[in-house]
């Protein structure tokens, strides 16, 4: 390890700026100049010593992002039971094809700034994808096992005046995942210098048991090292005004403090307003420590006999969604401007709630639910001690489970927009009386921790629930699809009320369309023959949003049970964004790679989907789309139904100005019939399509026209931000359309397109949404798909001005974007 020191000194790897607060906390973020390794490839010597072939890198870092897909990567032979599949299937990309499998060792020299005799310095991960060994100066200081989890090592007695070495080993197996987990430091690395008489490590939890619009209570309670010691507390608004303060009597261990707001700011979906509690530790007249921590005043509340959940005594319902944990083209690493871009999207369409899943979100995206508001159901595991992966968490499950919980819930239980705890994701335990004890145990961890938030388990396995007591035993009973058995779990479970956990798994792919249009319930037992025999080659979901899996449903089975049961407390959907991995219904044939569950694609684009349910969740703003696209050059004279998601109740239907009736939402028909408006028997001719909507007198309100596209004749550039931060990592998500002379779409464009960007900016990404692509994120070339794609573009650490310019098949465009 001294050969190693010596090595990287001459690099010059030195960590970088330091932020100092009051009584001499120091918070170091380590994200640049770390030097990474993938082993497997360059068969670097376990401990690390090999220095040949290390790449500088930047945390969040993703190693396997960058591919290339392969199809023999963590290839999967078995039975998913969950999937009610009956036998043993060779499965491809369910991992997302990407090189996740292996080891790798990260490391990288640091200095801690103006370091004193008698202070504790913390090492602190967000997380590490996985298995992760830490090293300080050669020698082992811990090691954690979850790969989502965050977790920390005091490594005070292991440092040395001057420079010092910290190394990483991270490990992914194969069969150790259901999608694609990531790889590497993939969340942010810090360091935190303080007195040994300071505040423990995640050790504040501040609670409103009292609110309401003339006053809030508001409890904290802080963790301390030291003895005879005091806190300071002072409450700011978000405008920096002092509305409460106090100082509590000296004590040691937990000192509990309770302050009074005066017509507080109440935190909610429409007004996320927040607060700022200053807290500092004395001892004597010696400032010790201090912190500041970001809450918000709200009271949440679960009562069947008041009508389910409660926000500030308002009955609401989650309009929620399930987001796995990678960001599409980035891959597994954070980064807090794709989060926004995902949250404003779903935002926008009425969304107010998110499902982690399945596993801990990091903390940037709950500090952006505090700040945007939205509701945040935190989940910990999908796996318990009976096994769903041969090497998943069921290998840790009995010696960490209840460390994960503890860190889960100590690292983010001061964010005011989590709601409610999940233990676990469609665990196999739930069949069996050990089961029930386990579900008991966690739920037990977390009222421990936490007694102010109910816990939930989304489980799958209705009927063995009810049978074995498993779903009486939680918090909220929560239902993994299954709605055909919603009403007898009702009635066979005491608490009131059930939870949408998992809804839908409709299947889609933005601007694709199968005709005939109908239903299609995947078998997951069909053959490959069977299965190419109804969705042909192609292996793309209809965007007429009625092909859904075996064990799963359609949009309106959920809808339906939202509005007519005032027991279903609401729904999170599967999944709110395409992610990588879980190709299903294609998970047999490559090179399906992606998932078709998401609400958008897998580049962030609103696939038709996205408009029904704003037109039920977006009760503020007007929805009137209309699918399919309308080029369709052999098909004239054929059946071509035309769908449209409104928030009106009614509208008139026109094909190049001839009437094609008025339909109206109706209860008497299909589900669908109630959400959406259908003319199913309109056909082909190219031109114009114009849906006209009236309001509740029958008036018309609102009118929209889709039309046939001409050649391609240039590039239209939209950016979601024309200004960006010049600190190195914002980020500007830039759609390309293939446009003709008019700006119509052309939809059924797919051209090659290369991308550069100059200036004060950085290409980052390319992603077209197709599941079946083999592109790289990451060159700077890709096919449109179905007539879009989505670059990302980087800034510099520089303010200025920057350009992409795309080209292909003849064709250009460019934009200007701006960093300051």
Known sequence: MKQILIQLILLGLIAGSCAEQAGGRRVETLDSNWQFINEDIHGAERTGCNTDNWETVSVPHDWAIKGPFDEEIDKQSGIIKQNNEKIATEKTGRTGALPHVG??????????????????????????????????????????????????????????????????????LPYSSRWYP?????????????????????????????????????????KVSGRDVYVKAIIKDAAG????????????????????????????????????????????????????????????????DKGGFLLNDKVTKFKGVCLHHDLGPLGAAINKAALKRQLTILKDMGCNAIRSSHNMPSLEQLELCDEMGFLFLAESFDEWKKPKMKNGYNLYFDEWAEKDVVNLVHATRN??????????????????????????????????EDPTRPVTVGMDQVEATMK?????????????????????????????????????????????????????????????????????DTYQCSSYDLEYCGWSNLPEDDFVLQEDKPWVIGEFVWTGF??????????????????????????GLPKDRYYLYRSRWNTKDETLHILPHWNWEG???????????????????????VSQGVQTKTKDKSKQHRYRLMWNDVKYQAGTIKVVAFDKDGNAIAEKEVHTAGAPHHFELSANRKVISADGKDLSYVTVSVVDKDGNLCPNANHQLSFEVTGAGLFKAVCNGDATSLEMFHQPSMKTFNGQLVVTVQSKDQAGEMKLLVKGEGLKGEILLQTK
């Open 103 to 172: 080891i790798a060792w990260y490391r990288k020299v640091f200095a801690v700034p103006d370091y004193k005799s008698g202070e504790k310095v913390l090492l602190t991960f967000d997380g590490a994808m996985s298995q992760p060994q830490v090293f300080i100066n050669g020698t082992k200081v811990g090691e954690w096992k979850n790969g989502y989890n965050y977790f920390y090592f005091d490594i005070s007695q292991y440092l040395k005046k001057g420079e010092n070495l910290l190394a990483v080993r991270l490990e992914n």
């Open 182 to 222: 990531g790889a590497g430091l993939y969340r942010k690395v810090q360091l935190i210098v303080k007195d040994e008489v300071s505040f423990k490590h995640w050790g504040h939890f501040i609670t409103t048991p009292q609110v309401s619009e003339k006053s809030a209570a508001v409890n904290i309670k802080s």
């Open 241 to 304: 005004n002092v509305v409460a303060s106090h100082q509590s009597e000296a004590g040691g261990g937990e000192i509990e403090q309770v302050l009074t707001v005066e017509n507080p700011s109440i935190w909610d979906v429409d007004s996320p307003d927040l607060y700022f509690a200053e807290l500092s530790l004395y001892k004597g007249d010696a400032l010790k420590d201090q912190e500041t921590i970001r809450f918000g005043i709200r009271k949440i509340e679960y009562n069947a």
């Open 415 to 448: 964010h005011p927009c989590i709601v409610m705890w999940s233990s676990g994701n469609e665990v196999p335990d739930q069949h069996g009386a050990a089961g029930v004890k386990r579900a008991k145990w966690l739920q037990d961890i977390f009222h421990r």
């Open 468 to 536: 074995s007591g498993f779903g009486a035993v939680m918090d909220i009973p929560g239902l993994n699809y299954r709605v055909h058995l919603y009403n007898d779990a009702y009635e066979k479970f005491p608490q009131g009320m059930l939870l949408g956990s998992e809804t839908a798994s409709t299947v889609s792919t933005r601007g694709f369309y199968r005709f005939p249009v109908e239903q299609i319930k995947d078998d997951y037992n069909a053959s490959k023959a069977q299965k190419e025999a109804i969705y042909g």
């Open 578 to 603: 395409d992610y990588l991995g879980e190709p299903t219904p294609f998970d047999q044939f490559w090179p399906s790679r992606s998932s078709y569950f998401g609400i958008c694609d897998l580049a």
């Open 635 to 657: 098909r004239e004279g054929e059946t071509t139904p035309v769908f449209v998601y409104t928030n009106y109740n009614s509208a008139e239907l026109f094909v190049n100005g």
